[in-house]
């Protein structure tokens, strides 16, 4: 990496953390920076959502959503960056692995605001949330529940034998 990737890539860190360093602390004032800490914070979420405190897990979840959608934005950026110089191609994976784990754990925020907006029957913000989802994991179990929990509020069609191809 040259001198000027060098420069410009340290301005692009120093810019983020003292912009950006606000956005990312959520409720508990844990700062979302690493896949770690929003592994964490997620699997909290879902496990405060199963014993049934709903008000207390939306907390957590409104407060995380934002924080993993930027930080997905924000890798997948720093991924578009780097792709293309050659000698930044192990930092361009790197960051491309970061950019689809962020999001995994995005979607899962929004299938759980999703199914905590159904359990305060506030349908149409579920449908939002569980849109997203579909839209990020069509083709994987967290997009099938998805649909299928649009498909129980009565969003999506539900099929019947008869109506499959």
């Known amino acids: 990496m040259n001198y000027k990737n060098q420069a410009f890539f340290s301005l692009l860190f120093f810019s983020f953390l003292i912009n950006g360093l606000q956005v990312f602390a959520n409720a508990n004032d844990q700062v979302i920076l690493s896949l770690k800490t929003a592994t964490m914070q997620i699997e909290q979420a879902e496990q405060i959502f199963n014993s049934g405190q709903i008000k207390e897990a939306q907390v957590i979840v409104i407060n995380l959503r934002p924080a993993l959608s930027e930080m997905t934005e924000l890798h997948a950026q720093l991924f578009e960056a780097l792709k293309d110089d050659k000698a930044a191609t192990a930092t361009a994976d790197i960051e491309k692995r970061q950019t689809i784990e962020f999001a995994k754990l995005r979607d899962r925020a929004n299938y759980l605001a999703g199914v905590l907006s159904i359990k305060q029957n506030n349908y149409r913000e579920a449908v939002k949330h569980l ?24 969003f999506a069609p539900k099929l019947s034998l008869l109506d499959q191809p």
């Open 131 to 154: 849109v997203l989802v579909v839209q990020s994991q069509r083709t994987t179990g967290l997009g099938e529940k998805a649909y299928k929990a649009l498909r129980e509020i009565g």
